[in-house]
């Protein structure tokens, strides 16, 4: 039997830490299928409803957000709760948990696991020891990344778990009611 359907909804990091990390999770954790650089504000859920229903309440809802820019901090880990390493959210954190707030609703609603924490993950890791390394890794070059260290949250994606390691983006969403006039724009 196939376990249930999961959801999340992310915004792919398309920029220099997106490239960084994606780089660094290849070399930390080669046998993992490749995976978009991104943030969740949505953890992986199941849905309270359709799909359907769910693409509605994020369409209207992320009407309501504009589009906002987060700041990144320092390396840090779950450890020992779970083995994965991470970039912490360190300025405008507050947006992403109001944004993870106000979509945590019908179909989508979901006591979380645990609570919400805004960060771009590296990599997970298969056990604590693994971790501690790439952990020790990711700090050493994190600290010698040159680039900005700021993510700009324009555009979300709601995405559905096709088994481990493999989502498949369902639909992109704008942020903000000006998203039809900068689509326009864009393509000038």
Not at 152 to 168: K, M
């Amino acid at each position: 039997m196939n376990p249930p359907t999961r959801y999340a909804l992310v915004a792919y990091v398309k920029n220099q830490v997106g490239e960084f990390v994606e780089k660094l999770r290849k070399e930390l954790h080669p046998e993992l299928p490749h995976l978009a650089a991104h943030v969740t504000l949505l953890p992986p859920r199941l849905l309270q409803g359709a799909e359907s229903a769910a693409l509605e309440t994020l369409r209207q809802y992320c009407e309501q957000v504009e589009p906002f820019e987060v700041t990144l901090g320092e390396v840090e880990t779950f450890i020992p709760v779970t083995p994965t390493v991470f970039i912490r959210v360190a300025h405008a954190a507050y947006r992403m948990r109001e944004v993870h707030d106000l979509l945590n609703v019908n179909a989508l609603e979901r006591q979380e696991e645990w609570p919400y924490m805004p960060h771009l993950t590296i990599v997970k890791m298969g056990a604590e020891e693994q971790a501690q390394h790439a952990y020790r890794v990711a700090r050493m070059r994190w600290a010698g990344f040159e680039g900005a260290r700021s993510i700009e949250i324009r555009d979300l994606t709601f995405v559905r778990e096709q088994g481990p390691y493999h989502w498949i983006d369902l639909a992109g969403i704008p942020l903000g009611t000006n998203h039809r006039a900068r689509h326009f724009s864009q393509q000038r």
